[in-house]
């Protein structure tokens, strides 16, 4: 061999073997220049490609080397591979067949004929050719943990769990072993098996792959059934794992102990909240406290002093949103007993000393909790003299409170004030624009959601709030168009009644029979639609069916009434068709009527009747909420609209 080329290919080894694999990748591309023909510089090449994702330059390499030595081993072994991550199952084990035949001693081969069966879901034979591959070399990490995949894909977590931990017993900072582990042990209930294993892998593995393991950690314990009281898993978590998160400084992962603590509000545990809360604080970094988290955590263990401090700094640096300032608590009103949260949180803060700077923070929470604790949703009235400058976004929930009340001329002045405090924040400017819809400034409105919808955080939010109000105003196709395009399911019971109103039946029913489903109870709104749909799609029985849970939990709920009245007139029953007719909101029946009065008179005709259910629909075309502000006859101009 020409001298030249033996020296670029030791130097271009040598590189490759100390991890610099661009200058290795340059060497070895300069010894193929000297000699087209060398084997090694071919096959190195070929490795490089794979490692970095670029199978076709791989395979052409790896075909190169083979085209020099049809005997080569580690040739074909690595083609097999290539074209097994191609998904090119027949090249793969024509190539993996060819390397075992050159070399049956040899692990590679087998272990890639193994994954080929496990993916034509032969596990038995996958089963053996692992079992040989594991023969010819028991301490490989990768054999052990492609014999892991093979176990658990047959249901055979014991095997999968033993060549799991040999996994790790080889290769500590495997990360993707552990977490196969953890899933092994939640699935199983092994509550002490799942901290065993997180901390076993939070010590040793890199720091980037900590935080989510610390998420599925906590998957595990706090929303998995591992028939454990939370106050005690919480309590072990910290003990066992705060020590090495905090010695690691591992940065937590965000949201995590909020997410724990809905858990504790269903089980209205309030010493298992302030356990978590505790720990998050004991266990984060010093460069960590400057957060929500933290100011939530202060706020529920009642430092209110620290707590508003650090939501102090967030607002000077716009690192925190509305939904946030108005939510220091554990927010799931649908919990049992919540009122007991509630009690405890204006206790405590009625009874802090607050330096006077702070003092306004305290006005603001009280004032929200009185209303939470009256079931009056948080909505208050009052305007303090405080609530002003940089706390003029304390002034949403008054502003919600005159919406709700249809002084559009109050709610306006209100959320500009606290758009022009936040004026990056997509609630305030989503809440505002759909104070200007509802006052009839309907092209002002839809700027402010486009600005939201501009804004990167709360982007598909936004854009399901503004299909929702496009859906209202009548506009059914840029509806359709707008909810479409949201991600995360945010569009909701909305785009079903897009479908429905733009006449597409079956796609309206598809999707808020599984809007429904998935939401159980919590949504009457798209409970409203779907039994619409049926309506509509002459299923008479599922929509009564529907409409009666829904009027059993909310009496008032005109629009349910007004379709369960068209449902008793569709199946002939007129006597249930005019007393829903007789107990639904006056206005609007004079509204859909045009003749104040003639509606609510016993004489009206069951035809006219008919005729002013289906025009309260129509008035009533987007949203199905309880409040009244969204009854159409309260927006000048989009009634008149849609007719």
Partial sequence: MNPRVVKFLTAA?????????????????????????????????????????????????????????KKCYH???????????????????????LAVEINRNAAHGWQILAELELKERKIGEAISLISLALKLDPNSHML???????????????????????????????????????????????????????????RNCRLEYCRKLLGLTGAILFFGSIGYSR?????????????????????????????????????????????????????????QRDSVDCFRAYFCLGKYKMAFEVVEKLLLKKEI?????????????????INKFWKIYASRLSAAVLPGRLNVWKIFYLEILGCLIKGKGGYFDTIHPDFTGRYAWMRFYPACRRLNLCDFKSALVEFRRVVNCLPRDPMARCKYGEALICAGKKSRGFKEFETACSLEKWRDQSLAWKGEMLLMAGNYREAVKTLESTRGGFAGG??????????????????????????????????????????????????????????KREPGYDFARINRALVYLSLGRPAGMREDFL???????????????????????????????????????????????FMNIKFPGLAASRR
């Fill in 13 to 69: 080894a040598r590189s490759y073997r100390e991890g610099h694999t661009c200058i290795a990748e340059k060497l070895f591309k300069k010894t193929l220049a000297l000699d087209p023909s060398c084997t090694q510089a071919c096959l190195s090449l070929g490795d490089l490609a794979h490692a970095k994702g670029e199978l076709d330059a791989a395979i052409s390499f790896y075909h190169r080397a083979l085209k020099f030595d």
């Fill in 75 to 97: 040739g074909w072994a690595n083609l097999a591979s290539c074209y097994n991550d191609k998904e090119m199952l027949l090249q793969a084990k024509k190539a993996a067949m």
């Fill in 144 to 202: 052990n943990y492609t014999a892991s995949k093979i176990y658990l894909k047959g249901n055979f977590d014991e095997e999968a769990k033993k060549a799991l931990m040999r996994t790790v017993e080889i290769k500590p900072d495997f990360s993707q072993a552990y977490f196969d582990l953890l899933e092994l042990a939640g699935k199983s209930g092994a509550f002490v098996n799942v901290l065993n294993i997180s901390g076993i892998a939070l």
């Fill in 231 to 287: 106050a005690k898993a919480v309590a072990r978590f910290y003990k066992e794992l705060g020590p090495v998160i905090f010695f690691r400084k591992i940065e937590y992962p965000a949201n995590f102990t909020f997410d724990m603590t809905l858990q504790y509000v269903e089980e209205t545990d309030f010493r298992g909240l302030e356990t978590a809360m505790s720990g998050f604080i004991d266990t984060i970094s010093p460069g």
């Fill in 321 to 337: 949103d509305l939904l946030e300032l108005c939510n220091p608590w554990p927010n799931n009103r649908q919990a049992p007993k």
């Fill in 494 to 551: 909305w785009l079903g009644a897009a479908y429905l109103k733009s006449g597409r039946i079956c796609s309206a029913v598809r999707m808020l029979e599984e809007e429904v489903r998935k939401n159980d109870l919590l949504d009457d709104e798209s409970r409203v639609w779907l039994a619409e749909a049926y309506r509509v799609s002459g299923n008479f029985r599922k929509a009564l069916s529907l409409l009666n849970g829904v009027l």
């Fill in 583 to 629: 107990r639904f909101d006056t206005a609007l029946r004079d509204e859909a009527a045009k003749k104040p009065g003639i509606p609510a008179q016993r004489s009206c005709s069951d035809r006219e009747m008919k005729a002013i259910l289906k025009n309260c629909l129509s008035l009533a075309a987007g949203n199905r909420r309880m409040e009244r502000y």
